[in-house]
């Protein structure tokens, strides 16, 4: 159901990309960078994140970490990941496909700077073995509200 959301929503709105299905688990970044034979940072997680009563989804590099100073810094609240229920009833994506493309709910969509490394990244696709190869800037301009630092870097001091 939710892999078909985020077909529906692909092709309104951007019918160049396309959904890739794969038999493999692409549920997490490991799994999703082996299976789609990519570096772990190419991979574009998407996190459901409450701070104070703002609610968002933060799409990161794969390999980068929420941090918690950065976030109360930048949205005055420390930032806590939402449960998979939770998750689930407000994207309508199971967590390991959460992505930003065909949501249940609109949500401000935050794109961390940590992806700018990158000229292709890949999110999920809305199910565990989904995943949508698409270009950084325009994966910004098809749902990005705006560019956030939130996160930390491998070997980087902080983090959650």
């Known amino acids: 159901m939710s892999a078909e959301s985020v077909r529906a929503w692909l092709a309104e709105h951007a019918p160049d990309l396309r959904l890739i299905e794969v038999e493999d688990s692409t549920a997490t970044v490991e799994t999703a960078a082996r299976t789609l034979g990519v570096e772990p940072g ?9 701070a104070g009563d703002h609610l968002f989804l933060l799409v990161a590099r794969g390999d980068a970490r929420l941090d918690n100073r950065k976030c109360k810094d930048e949205l005055g609240a420390r930032p806590r990941m939402l449960g998979p229920e939770e998750t689930f009833a407000v994207t309508g994506h199971p967590v390991g496909g959460v992505c930003p493309f065909g949501l249940k709910t609109p949500l401000p969509v935050y794109l961390d700077v940590s992806l700018q490394a990158f ?9 565990l073995n989904t995943s949508v190869e698409v270009p950084t800037q325009r994966l910004f301009e098809l749902v990005g509200d705006r560019w956030v630092d939130l996160c930390r870097l491998p070997g980087e001091a902080g983090g959650v």
Do not use: E
Request: hydrophobic share 45%.
């Open 119 to 127: 000229d292709v990244v890949y999110p999920a696709g809305g199910s």
């Open 42 to 50: 190419r991979i574009a997680k998407t996190l459901a994140v409450r």
